[in-house]
């Protein structure tokens, strides 16, 4: 937890629960608003989505996983100018003695998929700006150490989309989301050997078995 300043308090004190968002293997998201206590980051009456884990049906390799999803979606080891836009901010992190709570900002436009079968086609140039972010958001992360190794989209019953509108508006900023399985390299030389991620969007190197790197 080095970097990270867990609170302890009572989540439901400082956030009031809303409308289920999702249901994942180990987690529920939940749309939240702050009720305005003193001591909170979020600002006055702000939506946001709390993802809470219950620590009993966690693994060790799950509770590594849940750590540097929170370091990385944190941001801790960077000052506030030096953070990255184009990827889902954790604004802070609650936790009692069954879970976690990572409070998150809420990305209110939908999945990158549901909006490219609303359009139906796309121009180059509208592509482009589209994924923009999500290339800034890749190229931020490794310069930072991190690999996210599960980017996906489109729609799978098993595997959440984890590109999504920030604001419902049409130019809003796609964001990179779910660093459940993010590794955090020692070095820029490090290689991998984990295979891990959604088995559609796997890199053969993955497949194969074989180390592999942040590209």
Known sequence: KKGTQFRTENVKEVY???????EYQYSLMQGSIWKGHQGSAQGDS???A??????????????KNILTEIKVSGNVDLKPQDR?????QAIEVFESPTSFFIVFELMEGGELFDRICEKES?????AAATL?????????CHSQG??????KVGQDDDAAENLLYFEETDNS?????????AKVLDNNTQLMSTVCGTPAYLAPEVLLNQKYDCS
């Open 16 to 22: 009031e629960l809303q409308q289920l968002l999702g």
């Open 46 to 48: 702000e939506p946001v």
């Open 50 to 63: 709390i993802k809470m884990i219950q620590k009993k049906d966690l693994s060790p390799e799950d509770l």
């Open 84 to 88: 990255a836009p184009q990827h889902s």
């Open 122 to 126: 796309y121009s180059e140039r509208e």
């Open 132 to 140: 923009k972010p999500v290339v800034d958001a890749i190229k931020f």
């Open 146 to 151: 991190v690999v996210h190794r599960d980017i």
């Open 173 to 181: 900023i796609v964001k990179v989301t779910d660093f459940g399985m």
